[in-house]
């Protein structure tokens, strides 16, 4: 058992993901059976793409 808080990355795996508004959701499971879900937005990626 770990902390509840943290999970270590390396037991995370990904599940699925999809695009939103809000940018891109991942969901990720720990081999601890708790289920992370996470948003990154496209900011990182392709900055504004405005036609
Ligand atoms: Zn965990």
């Known amino acids: ?21 809000e940018g891109t959701v991942t969901y ?3 081999e601890c059976g708790v289920w992370e879900i996470r948003t990154v937005r496209f900011v990182a990626l392709a900055g504004k793409v405005a036609g």
């Open 1 to 21: 058992m770990h902390s509840r808080d943290q999970h270590d990355p390396v037991a995370l795996s990904l599940v699925s993901s999809h695009a939103t508004s």
């Open 28 to 30: 990720l499971r720990c």
